[in-house]
């Protein structure tokens, strides 16, 4: 297909790099294009410099004065993130959703797995399951220190080596279809312990940014990133069930509650667990369950 326009399955993946340089290239799609074309593609851009590139077959350089065009090679750094592009293009089958696993020792990241519920209530406090010692999405929505170490080691990832600024003194390509609008450049990040969250990457900061409302525990709850969220927004009440029992989930929703100013009261069950968020006036209060 040729156009200047991207498949949406490619909205979904990083072709990134490190500190901000006025060096950074834009790129402009022409899937399936003879030269002329994307020429053609070059020009419609009006006058400066364009990179046009066909998706695992080439990217090309021009230099567009008026009617005049002129074609160079790209430069090195240009031409190994496109085809690294191409390469995650290959290995997701077309779908560009690459999930990466990232193990970080919570020590790492300097931090201690909160293992006691402070918030039940005193006949009924107990000591959770303090986790596998490893960064979770708990972890990312409280500490900054854990979000920039994920940060980090997507830069670090084998498969995303072309990221790192010592290949290209910080420059990156800005692919035109992933920037403009709504289009974002995302991965999804899987901890050890089965939760995830999507991060985003800011061309602007050469940051990799956590994604708001993207946060699941191993239990598949979605996470509150603001303290509405535990009782569902405008809803005024949520529920949230953990079928591991009363385990490192359940201590770290608690914690994040207690962090909120959002009280966590009832007594521990035998079996699955929940725990059901109400919003009372302007308060919000929440109170474990059995399921």
Same mark, same amino acid.
């Given at each position: 297909?040729?156009?200047?326009?991207?498949?949406?399955?490619?909205?979904?993946?990083?072709?990134?790099?490190?500190?901000?340089?006025?060096?950074?290239?834009?790129?402009?799609?022409?899937?399936?294009?003879?030269?002329?074309?994307?020429?053609?593609?070059?020009? &419609?851009?009006?006058?400066?410099?364009?990179?046009?590139?066909?998706?695992?077959?080439?990217?090309?350089?021009?230099?567009?004065?008026?009617? /005049?065009?002129?074609?160079?090679?790209?430069?090195?750094?240009?031409?190994?993130?496109?085809?690294? %592009? /191409?390469?995650?293009?290959?290995? &997701?089958?077309?779908?560009?959703?690459?999930?990466?696993? %990232?193990?970080?020792?919570?020590?790492?990241?300097?931090?201690?797995?909160? +293992?006691?519920?402070?918030? =039940?209530?005193?006949?009924?406090?107990?000591?959770?399951?303090?986790?596998?010692?490893?960064?979770?999405?708990?972890?990312?929505?409280?500490?900054?220190?854990?979000?920039?170490? =994920?940060?980090?080691?997507?830069?670090?990832?084998?498969?995303?080596?072309?990221?790192?600024?010592? /290949?290209?003194?910080?420059?990156?390509?800005?692919?035109?279809?992933?920037?403009?609008?709504?289009?974002? %450049?995302?991965?999804?990040?899987?901890?050890?312990?089965?939760?995830?969250?999507?991060? +985003?990457?800011?061309?602007?900061?050469?940051?990799?940014?956590?994604?708001?409302?993207?946060?699941?525990?191993?239990?598949?709850?979605?996470?509150?990133?603001?303290?509405?969220?535990?009782?569902?927004?405008?809803?005024?009440?949520?529920?949230?069930?953990?079928?591991?029992?009363?385990?490192?989930?359940?201590?770290?929703?608690?914690?994040?509650?207690?962090?909120?100013?959002?009280?966590?009261?009832?007594?521990?069950? /035998?079996?699955?667990?929940?725990?059901?968020?109400?919003?009372?006036?302007?308060?919000?209060?929440?109170? %474990?369950?059995?399921?």
């Amino acid at each position: 297909m040729k156009g200047i326009l991207a498949p949406l399955s490619l909205l979904a993946m990083s072709i990134v790099s490190s500190p901000v340089f006025a060096q950074d290239a834009t790129a402009y799609p022409c899937f399936q294009c003879s030269d002329a074309e994307m020429v053609g593609v070059a020009k &419609s851009y009006g006058s400066g410099t364009r990179y046009i590139y066909s998706l695992m077959d080439r990217i090309a350089g021009f230099n567009v004065q008026g009617n /005049s065009v002129t074609s160079f090679p790209p430069d090195q750094f240009v031409q190994d993130q496109f085809w690294a %592009l /191409s390469n995650l293009y290959i290995e &997701s089958n077309g779908s560009m959703i690459i999930s990466i696993v %990232l193990t970080i020792p919570e020590s790492e990241a300097g931090l201690a797995s909160p +293992v006691v519920a402070r918030s =039940v209530a005193a006949k009924d406090r107990v000591v959770a399951m303090a986790g596998d010692g490893t960064v979770n999405a708990y972890d990312v929505l409280r500490s900054s220190q854990a979000r920039n170490l =994920v940060d980090q080691k997507l830069k670090e990832n084998p498969k995303m080596a072309f990221t790192a600024a010592a /290949s290209s003194m910080g420059r990156a390509i800005k692919f035109e279809h992933l920037t403009s609008g709504n289009a974002k %450049l995302s991965t999804e990040v899987k901890f050890p312990d089965g939760s995830r969250v999507v991060f +985003v990457f800011n061309y602007d900061t050469k940051i990799w940014e956590y994604a708001k409302g993207t946060a699941v525990d191993s239990n598949n709850n979605s996470i509150p990133d603001v303290a509405t969220d535990f009782a569902g927004g405008d809803v005024g009440y949520a529920e949230f069930g953990f079928s591991s029992g009363f385990g490192s989930d359940v201590t770290d929703f608690i914690h994040r509650a207690n962090m909120m100013g959002i009280p966590v009261t009832g007594q521990r069950g /035998s079996g699955k667990t929940g725990i059901a968020c109400t919003k009372v006036g302007s308060s919000i209060r929440c109170q %474990l369950v059995s399921l």
